[in-house]
Nanobody
Framework: QVQLVESGGGLVQAGGSLRLSCAAS????????MGWFRQAPGKERDFVAA????????DHAVSVKGRFTISKDNAKNTVYLQMNSVKPEDSAVYYC???????????????????WGQGTQVTVSS
């Protein structure tokens, strides 16, 4: 069983920066592919970014590439999403996800992940 807890959301002006954190517990953090997804009202959950077990490979959605960066600190059992140059369309609830099975890289589909956090709200003002 894996528990994921997101933090760091809030209100930020367009063009600003924000860093989200996801603390994992219950299993060895480095054993799982991790990802970030987001969901706006009335929209389906969208892929944002993913990082593999070692952290050596990352994948970012085209909508955030060059602005957002996923990273991880295995010693702290934490994955991060650094959000720079944010836009109003980035406003959403951001969810951390972990895959509990082998494979799944690249992982851009929510169904490939087995564990989810509670979400943290990000609101970008114009």
């Amino acid at each position: 069983q894996v528990q994921l807890v997101e933090s760091g959301g809030g209100l930020v002006q367009a063009g600003g920066s924000l860093r989200l954190s996801c603390a994992a517990s219950g299993r060895t953090f480095s054993s799982f592919v991790m990802g970030w997804f987001r969901q706006a009202p009335g929209k389906e959950r969208d892929f944002v970014a993913a990082i593999n077990r070692s952290g050596g490979n990352t994948d970012h959605a085209v909508s955030v590439k060059g602005r957002f960066t996923i990273s991880k600190d295995n010693a702290k059992n934490t994955v991060y999403l650094q959000m720079n140059s944010v836009k109003p369309e980035d406003s959403a609830v951001y969810y951390c996800a972990a895959r509990g099975r082998p494979g799944g890289w690249p992982s851009r589909t929510g169904s490939l992940f087995d564990y989810w956090g509670q979400g943290t709200q990000v609101t970008v003002s114009s």
